[in-house]
């Protein structure tokens, strides 16, 4: 009943939502279902998923759902005023953390949930972190999914470097990069879901980038990284904006489908 209402809707992963709405429903896990398929669902549980199934039939992502999604194996909480993480995001951290060293600070510009600044911090071993990012809202989500994974770190509300003070060896960003004229192209979920603010990178998609890239180097250490996900076709366009500010040994990183997502450069000092 669950899986056909949501194929009908449209839902692409429609078998998939509907069997961890019903986990979420039956508070149980994959396993448990398999093993105790035949098990009755009392009237209440049954109203409950068919609320739930409603609620992903008009498109609301499933994250808001649920209230969470998993990032880096682990569960950060997730709600309207955040970006859902996203797996192509994993491939930022990942990428930094092949040159994080115990004891190195971080600051994360547009943190979120946090689960990049966060991700980092769990991984490493006595590293310093800062989240900054405007909306309120989003970082009291933050600083709630800090204080579930057991983590200190510092969150700032910031208009990027506004409010932030101290220099760091590592500078982190995954910013809005949709240009905004695109952004009613995008699909349902995203355009109406995710926070405007979290997505619409301006005109071309570049200005926090600009922004971000012109004043960076009063926070970097000399010899310090700044580490940006970009959008697929960004990679070219992200890279000249970093050399003409004078970054050196520029990389661009592809994600697990091969696509741009990653641009690096070392602040030379």
């Known amino acids: 009943m669950g899986e056909k209402g949501l194929k009908?809707?449209?839902?692409?992963?429609y078998a998939l939502d509907a069997r961890l709405l019903l986990e979420e429903t039956c508070s149980t896990s994959r396993s448990d279902l398999f093993a105790h398929g035949d098990r009755q669902v009392g009237q209440e549980q049954c109203e409950r998923y068919?609320?739930?199934?409603?609620?992903?039939?008009?498109?609301?992502?499933l994250q808001h759902i649920l209230g969470c999604q998993e990032f880096m194996g682990l569960k950060f909480k997730v709600t309207p005023d955040v970006l859902i993480p996203r797996?192509?995001?994993e491939t930022l951290v990942e990428e930094v953390m092949r040159i994080?060293?115990?004891?190195?600070?971080?600051?994360?510009?547009?943190?979120?949930?946090?689960?990049?600044?966060?991700?980092?911090?769990?991984?490493s071993n006595s590293c310093q972190g800062v989240g900054s990012d405007l909306s309120k809202k989003a970082l009291l989500v933050a600083r709630e999914n800090a204080r579930s994974l057991s983590l200190s770190a510092e969150f700032v509300q910031s208009d990027l470097f506004e409010n932030i003070e101290g220099k760091f060896e590592i500078i982190v960003s995954n910013p809005p990069y949709i240009p905004s004229g695109e952004i009613p192209l995008l699909m349902e979920e995203v355009r109406d879901h995710d926070p405007l603010m979290a997505l619409d990178g301006g005109g071309d998609g570049l200005y926090f980038y600009?922004?971000?890239?012109?004043?960076?180097?009063?926070?970097?250490?000399?010899?310090?990284?700044l580490f940006f996900e970009i959008g697929c076709k960004q990679?070219?366009?992200?890279?000249?904006?970093?050399?003409?500010?004078?970054?050196?040994?520029?990389?661009?990183?592809?994600?697990?489908?091969?696509l741009d997502r990653v641009v690096t450069g070392i602040y030379i000092g």
Do not use: N
């Not at 009908?8 to 992963?13: M, T």
């Not at 068919?50 to 992502?61: G, N, S, T």
């Not at 600009?210 to 990284?225: C, S, V």
């Open 8 to 13: 009908q809707a449209g839902i692409e992963e």
């Open 50 to 61: 068919l609320r739930l199934i409603d609620k992903r039939k008009r498109h609301i992502p």
């Open 87 to 89: 797996q192509d995001t």
């Open 100 to 123: 994080l060293r115990d004891g190195m600070r971080i600051l994360d510009l547009c943190t979120g949930s946090g689960c990049i600044l966060l991700s980092l911090l769990k991984y």
């Open 210 to 225: 600009r922004e971000i890239i012109k004043r960076a180097d009063r926070y970097l250490y000399p010899g310090g990284r």
């Open 235 to 258: 990679g070219a366009q992200v890279s000249s904006l970093m050399e003409k500010a004078g970054y050196g040994e520029i990389t661009v990183y592809q994600d697990l489908s091969g």
